[in-house]
């Protein structure tokens, strides 16, 4: 009497080779879309948090943040308002979008005119782009 061998043949197991390659070339770049499109959507939501504080500082310091000084007024008293400012108003993590690199803060506006341009630059670092690339400005 033959005993019968339990086990995968060899074209069983080329199947689901196939199968998987087939779902990693399909689905995994979708996935991957889907992560750059959250990093903006967080860029978005971090860039609300710091205009609130840059509101506040104006409130309490009866001026913008000069654009010499920049975000970094948010975290340490400038000297002429040292005697008004009652921050830090957020936490040095709070100032970096997504990618690790700070906000770019500008002002006077040349986009938001009469007050201050707040912008991330996107997952490349460099002005201009598309897609994930795109820059992102307060409006």
Request: hydrophobic share 40%; aromatic share 8%; charged share 25%.
């Amino acid at each position: 009497m033959k005993r019968k061998r339990k086990g995968f043949t060899i074209i069983e197991l080329l199947a689901v080779a196939m199968i998987i390659a087939l779902l990693a070339v399909f689905v995994v770049p979708r996935a991957f879309r889907g992560l750059g499109k959250a990093k903006q959507d967080i860029a978005r939501g971090k860039m609300a948090i710091v205009e609130q504080a840059i509101a506040q500082f104006q409130y309490d310091c009866g001026r913008l943040p000069t654009g010499s000084e920049g975000l970094e007024a948010l975290l340490t008293a400038p000297r002429d308002v040292e005697d008004k400012w009652a921050g830090p108003y957020l936490k040095q993590s709070e100032i970096l979008d997504p990618w690790g690199r700070p906000y770019l803060y500008i002002e006077p506006g040349t986009i938001n005119v009469g007050s201050y341009d707040l912008l991330s630059l996107g997952a490349d670092g460099v002005e201009g782009g598309e897609g994930e690339n795109a820059d992102i400005v307060n409006d």
